[in-house]
Structures are given as structure tokens and as C-alpha cells.
């Protein structure tokens, strides 16, 4: 079983920027492919970015491209999202999530793994 856990969101004013992380723990920690996704009040849970097991593939829903990036350090087997220009609309909670396989993927279900969720409040 693998447990992820995230850490670094928070309040910023929109302009900020923030990096969240996300680290998993467990007997069977891989660095198989990530991803992150996020979740405003009354809304579905959608696709942010994701990242395949080696950090060279990556891909991102249209309206953080070009704003957030995200990236691996497959030796601490962590993923981080870092998040610039920030908007009242990226406000959300946002999960990290793993799936045991090398190719990322844009939809939830493909998830085997999710973190406990960070939130992230964008002020204007």
C-alpha cells in the first residue's frame, strides 16, 4: 500500500506563487507515473498536470499551461507542481495521485493511490 502525502499549499494573493509537493511512503514505493488534481466546492475533481516515471513526459489541462509546472525528483520519489501567476480560480483543494503504471493519464479512474488533498487559496 502506498501512502502519498502532500504539503505546501496555502493562502496567496493572485499574482503568488506556491509549490506544492507530493512524497508517497510504503514497502512498495516506485516512481511510477503521478499525477495531480483539484477540487473547488460544488465541483467534480479535475486533472491539473501529470508526470510518467521518468519526469520526461509531462501534460497539463489548458488552463494552467504555461503557468504551472510539474516535475520529479525520482531519487526522493517525490513530485512537486509548482504554481506561478496564481488566479481565484486555481483556488482548490488539490490531491496527488499515483498509478502503477509508467505512462501518466489525465482521468481519475486510472489512479490507483491518492493523497489526503492540500488546499490552495488564491485571494484577488
Known amino acids: 500500500q502506498v501512502q502519498l502525502v502532500e504539503s505546501g499549499g496555502g493562502l496567496v494573493q493572485a499574482g503568488g506563487s506556491l509549490r506544492l509537493a507530493c512524497a508517497p511512503s510504503g514497502p512498495t514505493v516506485k516512481n511510477y507515473a503521478m499525477g495531480w488534481f483539484r477540487q473547488a466546492p460544488g465541483k467534480e475533481r479535475e486533472f491539473v498536470a501529470a508526470i510518467d516515471w521518468s519526469g520526461g513526459d509531462t501534460e497539463y489541462t489548458n488552463s494552467v499551461k504555461g503557468r504551472f509546472t510539474i516535475s520529479r525528483d525520482r531519487a526522493k520519489y517525490t513530485v512537486y507542481l509548482q504554481m506561478n501567476s496564481l488566479q481565484p480560480e486555481d483556488t482548490a483543494v488539490y490531491y496527488c495521485?499515483?498509478?502503477?503504471?509508467?505512462?501518466?493519464?489525465?482521468?481519475?479512474?486510472?489512479?490507483?493511490?491518492w493523497g489526503q488533498g492540500t488546499q490552495v487559496t488564491v485571494s484577488s
Open positions: 495521485a499515483s498509478r502503477s503504471r509508467f505512462a501518466s493519464s489525465r482521468l481519475t479512474s486510472d489512479y490507483d493511490f
